[in-house]
């Protein structure tokens, strides 16, 4: 009998190929500090941008979110479970990102999957940069639609496509900061050229937000462009410190998501207490205490790229990601656990989160971190660049 799940096997491949991953626990808060295995370690990993996973005025909104509002939501938000905070929070995110309405879901993930599918369907393209993260991926294959690729911020090519396209509607999908490059979309130049072809624009503002433009509105209010997107997308896992995610756009995009989004329809409502603390969280965000952590975490960039550190580009837009790319996924895996030994939390980044032959370390910076932090690690990954034969 041919063995047909023989999943030993396959997981046995991955190990051959430097490609398995297991579960890492941590003993301590999430923070810039963490215990692993009984040890202390400087986290350079996590997307916790402006450290407000640790705000205790964030922390503070979310035991005072239970104690008013309980733990869980009860159902789902068309049956029971719609409370007072997940309709605050919604407002206040509709605000931050100045459209009519805004609707949260229970991840980022959880965004695309519910959208993209509600609003284009087989009849309809999707034009989508390579780099574009797996949940939009995957909710562009799940809508049945025309999937159309164009290579990363390549200009000619979207012309191209979008000229191909026309006469169908056509949704042309990006993120404004790339989540394992730390780069950013050439938005200026692609929503004229949505514009001039009468197509939308989803717009992932997952790394941006907190991070970039007035009040930490992202990179389209930066560019003055915020009013010209048409779809919104963010999460509340990044630089809000906790987990959700959300779509803003007008009120009849909202509404339809309302009655069409199945991964709103079919899952229960966030926790209350979440919604309630992210209210918060944004507060913070949009105040001059947000201004200030910002001004903090802009600064520890800075300084990460003024050393001379192999695999490291200067950007024009700043950006908390930072990869180190090392190209070989064991030799990867390598740099990782020597700089967890010297004791820093980087994990090494692999097919298929990115392309073959291209792993990485992904350093991430928060507003928490130290200057002194940054200094030993540009210290370590100096040695590292120097010392070819060390891993």
Not at 20 to 34: A, E, F
Not at 106 to 119: H, K, N, R
Not at 191 to 216: F, M, T, Y
Not at 365 to 388: I, M
């Amino acid at each position: 009998m041919i063995e047909r799940w023989n999943l030993v096997l396959e997981l046995a491949a991955l190990e051959e190929n430097h490609l398995r991953r297991s579960l890492r626990q941590l003993d301590s808060p999430q923070g810039t500090k963490v215990q692993v295995d009984g040890r202390d370690l400087i986290n350079f990993s996590s997307n916790d941008y402006l450290g407000l996973s640790g705000h205790e005025r964030v922390k503070n909104a979310m035991i005072d979110g239970i104690t008013r509002y309980g733990a869980g939501s009860g159902a789902s938000r068309l049956v029971c479970g719609t409370l007072r905070p997940h309709h605050v929070l919604e407002e206040h995110l509709a605000d931050f990102k100045g459209t009519e309405a805004a609707l949260t879901f229970s991840s980022g993930y959880a965004v695309a999957l519910g959208t993209i599918p509600a609003l284009v369907g087989s009849n309809d393209v999707i034009i989508l940069d390579k780099l574009c993260h797996a949940s939009l991926v995957d909710a562009a294959r799940l809508s049945g639609a025309t999937i159309r690729v164009f290579p990363h911020n390549h200009l000619e090519k979207l012309a191209k496509l979008l000229a191909t396209s026309q006469g169908r509607r056509t949704l042309v999908v990006t993120e404004s900061i790339f989540s394992m490059d730390g780069d950013a979309a050439l938005l200026r130049e692609i929503v004229d050229l949505k514009d001039q072809h009468g197509a939308w624009l989803l717009l992932d503002e997952a790394h941006a937000v907190g991070v970039l433009g007035p009040q930490g509105r992202g990179l389209a209010a930066s560019l003055g462009l915020d009013g010209r997107i048409d779809l919104h997308m963010g999460t509340l896992s990044k630089a809000f410190g906790l987990s959700g995610g959300y779509l803003a756009a007008s009120r009849a995009t909202i509404d339809l998501l309302i009655n069409r989004a199945r991964s709103f329809i079919y899952s229960t409502a966030p926790s209350p207490a979440i919604a309630h603390a992210a209210s918060t969280a944004l507060e913070v965000i949009r105040s001059i205490e947000g201004d200030t952590l910002r001004a903090q975490l802009l600064e520890l960039i800075g300084r990460l790229l003024d050393h001379d550190l192999p695999g490291l580009v200067q950007r024009d837009i700043p950006s908390a990601i930072l990869p180190v790319i090392v190209g070989d996924e064991d030799r990867a895996m390598q740099l990782s656990t020597r700089l967890r030994e010297l004791g820093f939390l980087i994990p090494a980044i692999r097919y298929p989160t990115v392309a073959r032959g291209s792993a990485r370390l992904r350093i991430t910076l928060s507003a928490s971190h130290t200057r002194e932090q940054v200094d030993a690690l540009a210290a370590c990954l100096t040695s590292r660049g120097n010392k070819k034969e060390e891993p």
